[in-house]
Nanobody
């Protein structure tokens, strides 16, 4: 059974940094996407970044480009999201997710088969 577990959320002041981790277990495919999403109260879930497991290609939403970095340690089956220059608009529940295949649109939430429980990030001004 596939399991994803996020960690690293917390409270930080504007301008600060946090690193989120997503530990994956039970995954058997070698070609899929892993992504980070976030959802603020009253808003839809938003894709913010994804990484392909085959070659490490990454993509970012414009809202986080240049401030966030997604990465993956294949040996540890762990994905990371390094977040910098945080601002109050980044406040949300952050989720990691994984697709069944790398041959899907990895910026679309519905294409992700597995989700973690989420970790809260709160940025104060």
């Amino acid at each position: 059974q596939v399991r994803l577990a996020e960690s690293g959320g917390g409270s930080v002041q504007a301008g600060g940094s946090l690193r989120l981790s997503c530990a994956a277990s039970g995954y058997i495919s070698s070609n899929y996407c892993m992504g980070w999403f976030r959802q603020a109260p009253g808003k839809e879930r938003e894709w913010i970044a994804n990484i392909y497991t085959t070659d490490g290609t990454t993509y970012y939403a414009d809202s986080v480009k240049g401030r966030f970095t997604i990465s993956r340690d294949n040996a540890k089956s762990t994905m990371y999201l390094q977040m910098g220059i945080l601002n109050p608009d980044d406040t949300a529940m952050y989720y990691c997710a994984a697709t069944l295949s790398g041959y899907v649109a990895c910026g679309v939430p519905v294409n992700y088969a597995y989700w973690g429980q989420g970790t809260q990030v709160t940025v104060s001004s």
